[in-house]
């Protein structure tokens, strides 16, 4: 079996609405590396039980990418490359922030990797994910869970300062290794906030609280 790679670098007009480019009949497992704005919607030519799609953010620092679509697919990867090849004064090397969507309905993990820092929000129709899991991350992660009617779900952070953010109930946040953030907004219940090693800091401060979050 094959393994399907595209590099995608939309064109979009300056002040239009992102472009999007829809990568149809691709097979499971297949790579879409994203090097500039624009949408993304991947289509796989079957529809398995366990499909998986990669992504891959590699623009330069501070893009806003876009929508990265994937329906019916259960497993999403996204790797985090860092671009920034500058330095500060006293020589600490630059890292790179790409800002992505993830729009996937049927995806129950989320996994994140890579170098580079990545804020990534998740739609409104991604409410089947459970575990976005950073935990190999050395980039900076800043994720926030979906609102549904049946969260429970857990996020780890990687190696890096992270910012994980609840929005639901029963979620469970691991910051991990770095001096994280971990927060607890809107009508939360049983939230646990874990910190992990690092100076960590707890936000409960945007938080309507059915029962007390733990941390």
Do not use: C, H, R, W
Not at 113 to 135: F, R
Not at 172 to 183: M, S
Not at 205 to 213: D, F, I, L, Q, R
């Amino acid at each position: 079996a094959g393994t399907d790679v595209a590099n995608v670098v939309p064109t979009t007009a300056a002040g239009a609405a992102p472009a999007m480019l829809t990568l149809d009949k691709m097979l499971t497992d297949a790579t879409v590396e994203m090097k500039a704005v624009g949408n993304v919607e991947v289509k796989l030519g079957t529809d398995g039980a366990a499909d998986v799609v990669n992504f891959v953010t590699n623009a330069a620092t501070n893009t806003v990418l876009g929508t990265a679509t994937a329906d019916k697919v259960e497993t999403i990867n996204i790797e985090a490359k860092d671009t920034d090849v500058t330095a500060t004064a006293t020589g600490t090397a630059n890292v790179s922030t790409n800002f992505l969507v993830l729009d996937a309905d049927a995806a129950k993990t989320v996994n994140l990797t890579g170098a580079g820092n990545l804020t990534l929000t998740l739609s409104g129709d991604s409410k089947e994910v459970t575990l976005i899991d950073g935990s190999t991350a050395t980039g900076k992660l800043n994720v926030t869970s979906v609102k549904t009617t049946a969260e429970n779900v857990v996020i780890k952070g990687g190696l890096a300062a992270d910012t994980l953010t609840s929005a639901g109930q029963n979620d469970k946040l691991f910051g991990n290794e770095g001096n994280d953030t971990l927060v607890a907004n809107g009508t939360i219940a049983l939230v646990e906030l874990n910190g992990g090693t690092g100076i960590d800091k707890y936000d409960v401060s945007g938080a309507v609280s059915k029962t007390a979050a733990s941390v």
